[in-house]
């Protein structure tokens, strides 16, 4: 994992290292310093700000908050987003109980998961559609998983969901939202988390690998019921 990071951050060079602080004031991780706000100029904060707003799904200040920590290309991952997530969105997220924030971790057994990250972030910092490319990456994950050309489907799959696709294709060849991947995965991997979905309610690991709907409504059922009890008087 370090090791694919670091090569990336390489590749990437100045760039990236300040898009990764332009990254966490898009995320709301407090400020950063003034020199890293220059990447302002060439209006890379303004789509970092996008994609990294994108990922969030739910209502802001929502008593229990859930980041899930995935990589597109792991079959778990697929299975959870598949099966279970749609679930959880009708009951959870879309009546604004829960808020949910997908954050990645391209593990190092997987050549693509990276490619599918910033495909689905450019979705989200062209046209603020993370979530429909988040799904499309999902559903097609057999297609896409150990091709030699995956930006060729990633490509297709955007004009399939309407994005423009000049921006699209210039956000993923410049490698623009690369600073929220690599902030991502150095902070998971940073704090021991090693094996995806991962999942932290309200900043405390709740689960890791595939739980049904029963199983979270159990563990979202007991946050809400906790955030409820500190409220009162």
Not at 17 to 27: D, F, M, Y
Not at 80 to 104: E, H, I, R
Not at 220 to 225: E, G, N, P, S, V
Request: aromatic residues 10%.
């Amino acid at each position: 994992m370090r090791e694919r990071i670091g090569g990336r951050i390489g590749r990437l060079g100045r760039r990236a290292r300040i898009g990764v602080g332009v990254a966490l004031l898009a995320l709301g991780a407090g400020a950063a310093p003034a020199a890293l706000r220059a990447q302002e100029a060439d209006g890379g904060r303004a789509l970092l700000q996008r994609a990294a707003a994108s990922r969030v799904q739910g209502p802001k200040g929502a008593a229990v908050v859930v980041y899930e920590v995935g990589d597109f290309e792991c079959p778990y991952c697929g299975r959870f987003a598949v099966d279970v997530f749609p679930k959880l969105d009708s009951a959870y997220v879309k009546t604004g109980k829960v808020q949910w924030v997908f954050m990645n971790l391209p593990l190092t057994m997987h050549a693509n998961a990276f490619p599918a990250a910033e495909a689905a972030l450019c979705a989200g910092g062209v046209a603020g559609r993370f979530w429909a490319m988040h799904d499309r990456l999902y559903a097609g994950q057999a297609e896409w998983s150990g091709s030699a050309a995956p930006g060729k489907i990633f490509a297709r799959y955007a004009k399939e969901l309407g994005l423009p696709e000049a921006a699209f294709e210039e956000c993923v060849r410049e490698d623009r939202v690369a600073p929220i991947i690599l902030q991502d995965a150095l902070y998971f991997s940073g704090a021991g988390v090693s094996g995806t979905p991962s999942f932290f309610v309200n900043n405390s690991l709740a689960a890791v690998g595939v739980k049904g709907y029963d199983e979270w409504k159990q563990i979202l059922d007991k946050a809400l019921q906790e955030a409820a009890a500190k409220k009162k008087p």
